[in-house]
């Protein structure tokens, strides 16, 4: 048996040190839309109106450290964008907020960005291609790369 076709993943709740902090990063630099807050200790965020995509609370985690490295958690989110040009804008305000990228890749299905969060959680933000430019073996298998993405080109696109 396989999962229905049309499963999406709904939403990521992350634990966070500091809810201002990460409401800053979430909606002031990436541009999520504040929902619901949940006075001091909890958020919800969203991408167009809907209830929430990203939760955001400090229920155990307040004032709390990330996990070291070599420990098992979530390696990233990550955030899938309409076009090349919503993911060049986010971009330009990363760029703007001075926020650090840890790297930039072309996947051949996928252009991604990737950055930490104020708490150390990964993010990605990507935008797929269209499935007929997918990458393909001579089979008509998947092919997806490693490539460097021209983040100057992205950026352009703003």
Do not use: C
């Amino acid at each position: 048996m396989t999962i229905h076709p049309e499963t999406r993943v709904g939403h990521v709740h992350l634990k966070v040190a500091d809810l201002d902090r990460a409401i800053a990063f979430y909606s002031g630099i990436l541009g999520f839309e504040v929902t619901q807050r949940y006075g001091p200790q909890a958020a919800f965020l969203s991408a167009g109106g809907y209830h929430h995509h990203i939760g955001l609370n400090t229920w155990e985690s307040r004032g709390a450290t990330p996990p070291p490295p070599g420990h098992t958690g979530l390696y990233h989110t990550a955030f899938l964008f309409p076009d090349r040009k919503s993911l060049a804008q986010v971009l330009k305000r990363l760029v703007e907020a001075g926020w650090p990228l840890d790297g930039a890749s072309d996947h051949g299905v996928s252009e991604a960005l990737y950055l930490t969060d104020p708490d150390g959680n990964g993010v990605e933000l990507y935008r797929d291609r269209p499935e007929a430019e997918w990458p393909r073996n001579a089979d008509g298998s998947l092919s997806m790369t490693s490539g460097r993405l021209d983040v100057r080109a992205l950026l352009a696109e703003a």
